[in-house]
């Protein structure tokens, strides 16, 4: 299943719907998830490095698949 579907599905699964949030709390979770993905980035390298690149693969994948949904959320190019 790609990186785009199961985005899909966990937002199905949990209601995600446009609602009103808290700006502290956007904020939070941003850190949060920026500090999992240094971490995540940490362990692509060390595999890497190790000669198995699929994590490094599939966070290149994920950030592309963010990168599009922000894309068509704010309209841009």
């Known amino acids: 299943m790609s990186v785009e579907k199961r985005i ?3 937002e199905r699964s949990y209601g995600a ?3 009103e949030e ?3 709390e ?3 979770r ?3 998830f920026a500090a999992k993905l240094d971490r995540g980035e940490a362990k692509a390298a060390a595999e ?3 000669g198995d690149p699929r994590r490094r693969i599939a966070l290149d994948e994920l950030k ?3 990168k599009e949904r922000v ?3 704010t309209g841009g190019p």
Do not use: G, I, K, S
């Open 64 to 66: 592309e698949t963010m």
């Open 17 to 19: 719907e446009a609602r």
């Open 48 to 50: 890497e490095a190790e």
């Open 26 to 28: 956007v904020a939070r």
């Open 71 to 73: 894309r068509l959320r």
């Open 8 to 10: 899909e599905a966990l």
């Open 30 to 32: 941003r850190a949060e």
């Open 22 to 24: 808290d700006p502290a």
